[in-house]
């Protein structure tokens, strides 16, 4: 199955919920976001090595689907609940790469360096969304076979740093669609 991404103005085939898409929409910080409902959200890190990105993001990135590229994935957690898988794909990652330190991430959430305003020559290109099956998605299932098998709401976008890009797409969870809506609001 290819993923079928849509601009923002198609936003209401992805979710009805005007609370999600508001969520799906904003172009701040999603880390910092969640933090305001749970201080202790945390990052498990699933993946990161050099590999072969996915069709649709060699597709995205002008890349052949051959070319090497650095990719990490993640999941946040609130109170062990997963609620964001996120993948991370930099390609040409070598110490002239402005992205290059990201590999020593750890723990670290990303939307810590990338929304970090000591970082003025980061910017974002606009999203594109999508929904997506959980089984589609490297290492989730793997690492949570406890997430039923279904559809996750994707938001995708690439951040520049000296040209450099850093594709990022962000798949929010079943859990976090049924989360409590004064929480996610």
Not at 16 to 26: M, N
């Amino acid at each position: 199955m290819t993923i079928q991404w849509k601009p923002e103005k198609l936003i209401h085939r992805i979710h009805p919920d005007r609370a999600i898409q508001i969520w799906l929409k904003d172009d701040q910080s999603l880390t910092a976001k969640l933090r305001c409902f749970c201080p202790g959200i945390n990052v498990e890190i699933l993946n990161e090595a050099i590999e072969k990105p996915l069709k649709s993001e060699a597709d995205y990135l002008g890349l052949t689907k051959t070319q090497k590229v650095w990719v990490r994935s993640i999941v946040l957690k609130c109170h062990e609940i997963p609620l964001i898988y996120a993948r991370t794909v930099i390609p040409y990652l070598d110490e002239n790469n402005p992205w290059h330190n990201l590999q020593n991430l750890g723990t670290k959430p990303l939307g810590e360096i990338l929304f970090d305003p000591k970082q003025p020559a980061i910017r974002r290109l606009p999203f594109r969304f999508a929904t997506t099956k959980l089984s589609q998605l490297p290492y989730l299932l793997k690492q949570f076979p406890n997430i039923q098998e279904g559809f996750g709401l994707a938001r995708q976008s690439v951040f520049l740093q000296h040209q450099a890009p850093l594709l990022l797409t962000e798949v929010f969870l079943p859990d976090f669609c049924t989360y409590p809506k004064e929480n996610i609001n």
